[in-house]
């Protein structure tokens, strides 16, 4: 359940983020989990906030090319297999042939999964 204290902030990414930093963002959110969107295309990461348009909507006010944006869920101490949820609303483009709020292309996956492990991190505790 987000914090009642106002939406979580959201932090916009071209390098790692330090752990205590990505902490912050899980305990001001949901907890165990943090929302983000990726920019593919330009190698960035909106993370944190209540939805992932809040996100998508700073990354696009950044320069982001809208199909170049896809949400996601990253879950610390799931490890490398488990922390990404590749599950998100801004994700229903029938008209890219990703009809459901999960990415079905795997080469998409693999770009999120990448700069996920760069910028964000592995999965492991916090």
């Known amino acids: 359940m987000p914090c009642m204290n106002g939406p979580p902030p959201i932090v916009l990414l071209s390098s790692r983020i330090d752990t205590i930093a990505l902490d912050r963002l899980v305990q001001d959110g949901f907890r165990d989990m943090v929302k983000f969107v990726a920019d593919i295309g330009r190698g960035r990461i909106a993370v944190g906030g209540e939805l992932h348009a809040d996100a998508e909507q700073l990354l696009l006010e950044d320069g982001s090319q809208p199909e170049d ?16 949820e590749f599950t998100s609303l801004i994700n229903v483009r029938p008209a890219r042939d990703n009809p459901g709020m999960e990415i079905a292309d795997p080469v ?12 964000v991190g592995n999965g492991e505790p916090l």
């Open 69 to 84: 944006l896809w949400g996601a869920n990253y879950y610390p101490g799931r490890g490398r297999e488990g922390c990404i």
């Open 108 to 119: 998409i996956q693999e770009r999120v999964r990448a700069l996920t492990f760069e910028l």
